[in-house]
C-alpha cells in the first residue's frame, strides 16, 4: 500500500464541469498531475497489475464530489506509468469516505495493490 496526503487543495465534480472553458480542466489537470507526481515520486514504483484506490478526506464537499481527484489521480498512476490502465480490468474498487478526525481540508489517498 502507498499513502499519500495533502491538505487545502481540492476540486469537485462540480467545479470540474461548471460550464468552464476546456483550458481551466486541462490547467487543472496539469496542477494535479504534477502534485501526485511529487507525491507519488517519494514512494519507490511498485510492479502493480490489479489496484484499488480509497479517498479518505475531510472537507464540506459530499463524499461524490471527490471523485475527480481520485480520476486524475489514476491518470497520473497511468501517466507514470505505474498502472497499465483505469478500466475496471484492472481497478477492484474505489472507496470515498469522510473521516471527522481530519482537519479541515485534509485529505488522504490509499493506493492498494498486491505486492510481492
Known amino acids: 500500500?502507498?499513502?499519500?496526503?495533502?491538505?487545502?487543495?481540492?476540486?469537485?465534480?462540480n467545479d470540474w464541469y461548471a460550464g468552464r472553458h476546456w483550458t481551466y480542466r486541462?490547467?487543472?489537470?496539469?496542477?494535479?498531475?504534477?502534485?501526485?507526481?511529487?507525491?507519488?515520486?517519494?514512494h519507490k514504483k511498485p510492479k502493480i497489475d490489479k489496484y484499488s484506490v480509497e479517498l479518505e478526506y475531510n472537507s464540506r464537499l459530499?463524499?461524490?464530489?471527490?471523485?475527480?481527484?481520485?480520476?486524475?489521480?489514476?491518470?497520473?498512476?497511468?501517466?507514470?506509468?505505474?498502472i497499465k490502465d483505469d478500466s475496471k480490468k484492472y481497478c477492484k474498487y474505489l472507496k470515498i469516505y469522510p473521516n471527522n478526525q481530519f482537519s479541515s481540508k485534509e485529505y488522504k489517498i490509499h493506493l492498494y495493490y498486491d505486492e510481492d
Not at 63 to 81: A, G
Open 26 to 42: 486541462q490547467k487543472q489537470k496539469n496542477m494535479w498531475r504534477d502534485m501526485f507526481t511529487k507525491l507519488l515520486l517519494e
Open 1 to 13: 500500500m502507498i499513502t499519500i496526503s495533502w491538505e487545502g487543495k481540492h476540486i469537485s465534480l
Open 62 to 82: 459530499d463524499p461524490s464530489n471527490t471523485i475527480t481527484m481520485i480520476k486524475l489521480f489514476e491518470d497520473t498512476l497511468i501517466k507514470l506509468k505505474w
